[in-house]
């Protein structure tokens, strides 16, 4: 019996070939994209996970500012000392910092560019590394130990086996392999190549000023804290101790919250939390697995409605089978097996396509994203997926199908078969799915453009900027006068930080009012004279610095800082930063320094004339040799290493790359879905217009044109978008409200973006049921009045 | 083998009640061959559909080999139907995506019969009704006598004790309908009982006897030769 409805299905297949290959092609692509959605939301979902994630959290900081709380994903150098000795419930804290002291490694003659982090040595017990060479118990023993993971030390030593091997950074230190450890997991927040020890740092406070050891350093938040504990359950007893410690030693317990000092965030959520635990990208994954469940109903509705549409060609063979013995239970069992067939055969073509566009997927999300169908939990979710949308998609067909009566079917006496409703219903719903594709793709791309193009309160054009060489900084006034008088540069300034996205961060600062109320913690910034002119920022009041040496007690503060600090006419106002008393000078108007997604926080800026990072606005002719004459003093200072530089421009651009491809992958899978979905409307009004072939040809007899004919068949759909547009709306306003939630800044959601996206769709949809209905009112009525 | 008694069907639109049949009665014996005659309309389709349980009455009794089974359920009828009843219709119904030895298969399919016997008997009915060369065709590349032919093999496989057939020289010209014909004698001749639904005198003449009918009720019987009961032959 089984064989039979193979066999029935298959000849089905091919005699319908026009439907079937509509339906096939669309559901081939909907489970084509949805295989890639699922990969790439698993991959979101699967952020350090490693096997004992669930007791691993970041410690994040909750710091007062002004009247409200800031969370920072770094914390102070004492918090990992005091869990590990004095919480009972940590099992391991560790702190690790990323390292920015070196820029080149090199094996003899062979340089590497490694990502290094210095880290206490727990760590690699926390991430459960496996030791692959080397004795555990000697690993990082001293501050020239450095532990490799395998494809780094296979990268620089052709083999795992590279203890007592040496690498030497900058030319200058020479390092120790004391270990060889398991590669950690691309996805994850610590998939660093090399590890330093952390007495690289703490032999830095020798002759610090104001903290005696980086164990007793409470005002520099210079580590990512993660701590283990024995049971995930006790994070808020930890918390709890964690805010006692702090509230007992710091100096600066003030700026802390006091009830709670601090977050701690589980793990695998720092990819898509914010430091404190607010929704950041998760929105985007909850938005893709959105369009993930529109692009498998757009697909099971097109299979729907074509198979019930159709069903009226079938009625004559499932009567005759019924005539003859057939019972419903095996008749469903036949129906539920073809589309079955079907689904496997999508299937089948969609891995073939996945395969295949694997890597345009890969360079989009620019994620190595591992696609392999042998891997159990990937095939068993792709497995669900399948047999939910076959149930979905095959049970409604299957009991129409069954479910008239065999002789009045027989007879021609279709007038139950219609199922019209339902079919206009499930075509709603598509078109609701595709107005609400529409408004989110104009959305998206519109905050987009929106932060690529706002005005962040500087001029960033035609800036280019480097970080000085420590030989070149010691002759800073010099390089100063010769990169002024390189010809296409107009300005050369330095500055302490990157502009565009300056973490760096301080509670060290006081002023009159400050000791009873206000504490907060700043960006401090330390610029020269010429910094201000050059990114054309705005003076709302007081002057800039003038270059000179009374400037070392002054500050420049920003309008939030102002604000936040309550100081009434601020200029020649006390202030005090890092301990150094001075006054303010200068109110600088707000602009960001960080991404959009944050607000602008208070900046203090400071006196420095020669910080490490170099600004140089350049003119727009001629770059190529500005940047080669730029090059060529480099390399006087600094032969050995490579001249790296940024235009600003290009920064600010990267800073939202990741943004601009969930915007990109989402503007694909949108204009993808509306593909699937009109290929689903394609073959409906196909379909139609063959069933009214004689109503139309009855129409051109008495007199109809060609556009009444084409009105009539496109009438019903204008009715359905119209509703679609109704129901899409409002739901598309909330989940886009719920997006733009991560920007600090957003685009309005101005009313003619979801009134234009109606329009889109009712265009769309218009086109493609009119080329049907005009080719049925073209026909020659004659031949369809005889041929019915 | 049949009879039905006060025999009622009517259909109800909104405003208007349709009588089909009207408290009609009558007996078939086993190994007969009637036929049943009337005007379009008069409600000879609607009993074949209820004598072979793919209709049911409004009213009246329905006893078939004894057993009352005008109430029965969807599921009884079915397997009632594949066991003892076989169908010819006018337009041979067959199905397309069908070849013909699989046409001819179907109902042992459903009867649960095993494919090596299933194999077995189509070829034998094939052979008989001559149309063995044509087992691998599909319907289409038929003529329209080849395709009925196919169609009583179909209705003849599973050696049913009945045969409802519905016009089944209606869509024939005159050769290839008393063909047809000849085969439905042979097989009445076997003892299978038939029941025929026709618009031709001359088909009818084939059979023992006439009932005909106008709106939904007997109106005349006319005994055409007489019927002596034959023991049925396993075909």
Same mark, same amino acid.
């Given at each position: 019996?089984?064989?039979?409805?193979?066999?029935?299905?298959?000849?089905?297949?091919?005699?319908?070939?026009?439907?079937?290959?509509?339906?096939?092609?669309?559901?081939?692509?909907?489970?084509?994209?949805?295989?890639?959605?699922?990969?790439?939301?698993?991959?979101?979902?699967?952020? #350090?996970?490693?096997?004992?994630?669930?007791?691993?959290?970041?410690?994040?900081?909750?710091?007062?500012?002004?009247?409200?709380?800031?969370?920072?994903?770094?914390?102070?150098?004492?918090?990992?000392?005091?869990?590990?000795?004095?919480?009972?419930?940590?099992?391991?804290?560790?702190?690790?910092?990323?390292?920015?002291?070196?820029?080149?490694?090199?094996?003899?003659?062979?340089?590497?560019?490694?990502?290094?982090?210095?880290?206490?040595?727990?760590?690699?017990?926390?991430?459960?590394?496996?030791?692959?060479?080397?004795?555990?118990?000697?690993?990082?023993?001293?501050?020239?130990?450095?532990?490799?993971?395998?494809?780094?030390?296979?990268?620089?030593?052709?083999?795992?086996?590279?203890?007592?091997?040496?690498?030497?950074?900058?030319?200058?230190?020479?390092?120790?392999?004391?270990?060889?450890?398991?590669?950690?997991?691309?996805?994850?927040?610590?998939?660093?190549?090399?590890?330093?020890?952390?007495?690289?740092?703490?032999?830095?406070?020798?002759? #610090?000023?104001?903290?005696?050891?980086?164990?007793?350093?409470?005002?520099?938040?210079?580590?990512?804290?993660?701590? &283990?504990?024995?049971?995930?359950?006790?994070?808020?007893?930890?918390?709890?101790?964690?805010?006692?410690?702090?509230?007992?030693?710091?100096?600066?317990?003030?700026?802390?919250?006091?009830?709670?000092?601090?977050?701690?965030?589980?793990?695998?959520?720092?990819?898509?939390?914010?430091?404190?635990?607010?929704?950041?990208?998760?929105?985007?994954?909850?938005?893709?697995?959105?369009?993930?469940?529109?692009?498998?109903?757009?697909?099971?509705? #097109?299979?729907?409605?074509?198979?019930?549409?159709?069903?009226?060609?079938?009625?004559?063979?499932?009567?005759?089978?019924?005539?003859?013995?057939?019972?419903?239970?095996?008749?469903?069992?036949?129906?539920?097996?073809?589309?079955?067939?079907?689904?496997?055969?999508?299937?089948?073509?969609?891995?073939?396509?996945?395969?295949?566009?694997?890597?345009?997927?890969?360079?989009?999300?620019?994620?190595?994203?591992?696609?392999?169908?042998?891997?159990?939990?990937?095939?068993?979710?792709?497995?669900?997926?399948?047999?939910?949308?076959?149930?979905?998609?095959?049970?409604?067909?299957?009991?129409?199908?069954?479910?008239?009566?065999?002789?009045?079917?027989?007879?021609?006496?279709?007038?139950?078969?219609?199922?019209?409703?339902?079919?206009?219903?499930?075509?709603?719903?598509?078109?609701?799915?595709?107005?609400?594709?529409?408004?989110?793709?104009?959305?998206?791309?519109?905050?987009?453009?929106?932060?690529?193009?706002?005005?962040?309160?500087?001029?960033?054009?035609?800036?280019?900027?480097?970080?000085?060489?420590?030989?070149?900084?010691?002759?800073?006034?010099?390089?100063? &006068?010769?990169?002024?008088?390189?010809?296409?540069?107009?300005?050369?300034?330095?500055?302490?930080?990157?502009?565009?996205?300056?973490?760096?961060?301080?509670?060290?600062?006081?002023?009159?009012?400050?000791?009873?109320?206000?504490?907060?913690?700043?960006?401090?910034?330390?610029?020269?004279?010429?910094?201000?002119?050059?990114?054309?920022?705005?003076?709302?009041?007081?002057?800039?610095?003038?270059?000179?040496?009374?400037?070392? !007690?002054?500050?420049?503060?920003?309008?939030?800082?102002?604000?936040?600090?309550?100081?009434?006419?601020?200029?020649?106002?006390?202030? &005090?930063?890092?301990?150094?008393?001075?006054?303010?000078?200068?109110?600088?108007?707000?602009?960001?320094?960080?991404?959009?997604?944050?607000?602008?926080?208070?900046?203090?800026?400071?006196?420095?004339?020669?910080?490490?990072?170099?600004?140089?606005?350049?003119?727009?002719?001629?770059?190529?040799?500005?940047?080669?004459?730029?090059?060529?003093?480099?390399?006087?200072?600094?032969?050995?290493?490579?001249?790296?530089?940024?235009?600003?421009?290009?920064?600010?651009?990267?800073?939202?790359?990741?943004?601009?491809?969930?915007?990109?992958?989402?503007?694909?899978?949108?204009?993808?879905?509306?593909?699937?979905?009109?290929?689903?409307?394609?073959?409906? !009004?196909?379909?139609?217009?063959?069933?009214?072939?004689?109503?139309?040809?009855?129409?051109?007899?008495?007199?109809?044109?060609?556009?009444?004919?084409?009105?009539?068949?496109?009438?019903?759909?204008?009715?359905?978008?119209?509703?679609?547009?109704?129901?899409?709306?409002?739901?598309?306003?909330?989940?886009?409200?719920?997006?733009?939630?991560?920007?600090?800044?957003?685009?309005?959601?101005?009313?003619?973006?979801?009134?234009?996206?109606?329009?889109?769709?009712?265009?769309?949809?218009?086109?493609?049921?009119?080329?049907?209905?005009?080719?049925?009112?073209?026909?020659?009525?004659?031949?369809?009045?005889?041929?019915? | 083998?049949?009879?039905?008694?006060?025999?009622?069907?009517?259909?109800?639109? &909104?405003?208007?009640?349709?009588?089909?049949?009207?408290?009609?009665?009558?007996?078939?014996?086993?190994?007969?061959?009637?036929?049943?005659?009337?005007?379009?309309?008069?409600?000879?389709?609607?009993?074949?559909?209820?004598?072979?349980?793919?209709?049911?009455?409004?009213?009246?009794?329905?006893?078939?080999?004894?057993?009352?089974?005008?109430?029965? #359920?969807?599921?009884?009828?079915?397997?009632?139907?594949?066991?003892?009843?076989?169908?010819?219709?006018?337009?041979?119904?067959?199905?397309?995506?069908?070849?013909?030895?699989?046409?001819?298969?179907?109902?042992?399919?459903?009867?649960?019969?095993?494919?090596?016997?299933?194999?077995?008997?189509?070829?034998?009915?094939?052979?008989?009704?001559?149309?063995?060369?044509?087992?691998?065709?599909?319907?289409?590349?038929?003529?329209?006598?080849?395709?009925?032919?196919?169609?009583?093999?179909?209705?003849?496989?599973?050696?049913?004790?009945?045969?409802?057939?519905?016009?089944?020289?209606?869509?024939?010209?005159?050769?290839?309908?008393?063909?047809?014909?000849?085969?439905?004698?042979?097989?009445?001749?076997?003892?299978?009982?038939?029941?025929?639904?026709?618009?031709?005198?001359?088909?009818?003449?084939?059979?023992?006897?006439?009932?005909?009918?106008?709106?939904?009720?007997?109106?005349?019987?006319?005994?055409?030769?007489?019927?002596?009961?034959?023991?049925?032959?396993?075909?």
């Amino acid at each position: 019996m089984f064989k039979n409805y193979i066999k029935i299905a298959w000849r089905n297949l091919l005699k319908d070939k026009f439907y079937n290959l509509i339906s096939l092609l669309g559901l081939t692509i909907a489970l084509t994209i949805a295989m890639f959605i699922i990969v790439w939301v698993k991959s979101e979902l699967s952020y #350090n996970s490693f096997i004992n994630h669930e007791n691993i959290f970041r410690i994040s900081s909750n710091i007062q500012s002004g009247d409200g709380i800031q969370t920072w994903g770094v914390s102070t150098g004492p918090v990992a000392t005091y869990a590990q000795n004095d919480i009972p419930e940590v099992k391991h804290a560790v702190r690790l910092r990323e390292n920015y002291s070196y820029r080149t490694y090199s094996v003899g003659d062979h340089k590497f560019d490694i990502r290094g982090a210095y880290v206490d040595v727990d760590f690699f017990d926390m991430f459960q590394r496996k030791v692959i060479a080397g004795n555990r118990d000697m690993f990082l023993k001293d501050a020239r130990s450095v532990v490799l993971t395998a494809s780094t030390a296979e990268k620089l030593f052709g083999t795992t086996k590279a203890v007592g091997k040496t690498i030497k950074a900058d030319f200058e230190d020479l390092f120790t392999v004391t270990g060889v450890v398991n590669d950690l997991p691309e996805n994850s927040s610590v998939n660093y190549e090399m590890f330093f020890s952390l007495d690289i740092i703490r032999n830095t406070y020798v002759n #610090n000023p104001y903290w005696k050891s980086m164990e007793a350093d409470w005002g520099n938040f210079n580590f990512i804290t993660y701590v &283990e504990l024995y049971d995930s359950q006790h994070h808020k007893k930890v918390n709890k101790k964690l805010t006692y410690i702090q509230q007992a030693n710091d100096p600066n317990a003030e700026l802390f919250k006091s009830d709670k000092a601090y977050y701690l965030q589980p793990i695998n959520q720092m990819n898509l939390y914010s430091p404190g635990g607010i929704p950041q990208g998760i929105n985007t994954v909850k938005i893709f697995s959105i369009v993930l469940f529109i692009i498998l109903s757009i697909a099971c509705i #097109n299979y729907v409605n074509l198979s019930t549409a159709r069903a009226s060609r079938r009625t004559k063979e499932v009567s005759i089978r019924k005539i003859i013995g057939a019972q419903k239970k095996s008749l469903l069992l036949q129906f539920i097996t073809e589309s079955v067939l079907f689904f496997s055969l999508a299937a089948i073509l969609a891995i073939v396509l996945v395969y295949a566009f694997t890597p345009a997927f890969k360079e989009i999300t620019a994620k190595d994203l591992n696609i392999n169908f042998l891997d159990g939990s990937l095939s068993l979710i792709f497995l669900c997926v399948f047999l939910i949308i076959i149930i979905v998609s095959s049970i409604y067909p299957a009991f129409i199908l069954t479910s008239f009566k065999p002789l009045l079917a027989i007879k021609g006496n279709m007038s139950g078969m219609s199922r019209g409703n339902l079919r206009k219903l499930l075509v709603t719903i598509q078109f609701v799915f595709s107005v609400m594709l529409i408004i989110g793709t104009m959305v998206i791309s519109r905050q987009l453009e929106y932060i690529t193009s706002k005005n962040p309160g500087y001029d960033r054009t035609q800036v280019l900027n480097f970080w000085m060489s420590n030989s070149m900084q010691n002759h800073a006034a010099t390089v100063k &006068e010769r990169l002024k008088n390189i010809p296409g540069v107009s300005a050369v300034s330095f500055a302490s930080n990157p502009i565009i996205n300056n973490t760096n961060s301080t509670g060290d600062v006081a002023w009159d009012s400050s000791r009873e109320k206000n504490e907060m913690v700043v960006t401090p910034m330390a610029i020269d004279e010429d910094f201000i002119p050059l990114m054309k920022m705005k003076l709302n009041a007081g002057e800039n610095f003038k270059g000179i040496s009374t400037d070392s !007690t002054h500050y420049i503060l920003n309008e939030t800082a102002v604000k936040l600090t309550g100081i009434k006419n601020p200029i020649g106002k006390n202030f &005090e930063l890092y301990e150094r008393k001075g006054t303010i000078i200068g109110v600088v108007e707000d602009f960001n320094f960080k991404s959009l997604k944050n607000d602008i926080g208070p900046m203090v800026m400071y006196y420095e004339p020669h910080t490490y990072r170099v600004y140089l606005k350049t003119s727009e002719e001629n770059t190529a040799a500005t940047i080669t004459a730029l090059e060529n003093i480099w390399k006087e200072y600094t032969p050995d290493f490579e001249f790296n530089y940024s235009f600003l421009d290009a920064s600010y651009e990267k800073m939202y790359l990741n943004d601009k491809r969930t915007g990109e992958l989402f503007y694909i899978f949108t204009w993808i879905a509306i593909f699937v979905s009109c290929l689903g409307l394609f073959g409906l !009004t196909t379909y139609t217009a063959q069933l009214k072939k004689r109503e139309i040809g009855i129409r051109k007899v008495l007199g109809a044109s060609v556009f009444q004919v084409t009105r009539l068949l496109s009438k019903e759909y204008l009715i359905l978008i119209l509703i679609a547009a109704v129901i899409a709306i409002p739901i598309s306003w909330y989940l886009m409200q719920l997006w733009l939630q991560d920007f600090a800044y957003q685009t309005p959601l101005n009313w003619w973006i979801f009134i234009s996206a109606g329009i889109i769709t009712l265009f769309i949809a218009l086109a493609t049921v009119s080329f049907q209905a005009i080719k049925a009112g073209l026909a020659n009525p004659v031949k369809n009045l005889r041929t019915d | 083998m049949i009879k039905i008694t006060d025999l009622e069907k009517f259909y109800r639109t &909104e405003e208007v009640q349709t009588i089909a049949i009207n408290k009609l009665s009558f007996e078939v014996k086993e190994g007969e061959f009637v036929s049943v005659m009337g005007p379009s309309g008069c409600g000879k389709s609607t009993l074949l559909n209820i004598l072979g349980l793919l209709d049911d009455p409004n009213g009246g009794s329905y006893l078939f080999n004894g057993t009352e089974v005008a109430g029965f #359920n969807e599921r009884k009828r079915a397997n009632l139907r594949k066991h003892n009843i076989g169908f010819v219709f006018q337009s041979f119904n067959l199905i397309d995506e069908l070849s013909v030895f699989e046409n001819v298969e179907l109902p042992l399919i459903y009867t649960g019969v095993k494919a090596a016997e299933r194999k077995e008997r189509v070829h034998e009915v094939l052979e008989k009704m001559q149309i063995m060369h044509r087992r691998k065709h599909f319907p289409q590349q038929l003529s329209g006598g080849q395709q009925q032919r196919v169609a009583v093999a179909r209705a003849v496989v599973n050696n049913p004790k009945l045969i409802l057939a519905d016009e089944p020289t209606g869509n024939l010209d005159s050769s290839n309908g008393n063909e047809v014909m000849d085969l439905l004698t042979e097989l009445n001749a076997t003892g299978t009982t038939i029941i025929m639904v026709t618009h031709s005198e001359h088909d009818a003449k084939y059979s023992h006897r006439i009932i005909r009918m106008l709106d939904g009720q007997k109106v005349t019987e006319n005994i055409l030769s007489e019927f002596k009961k034959r023991p049925k032959v396993e075909l």
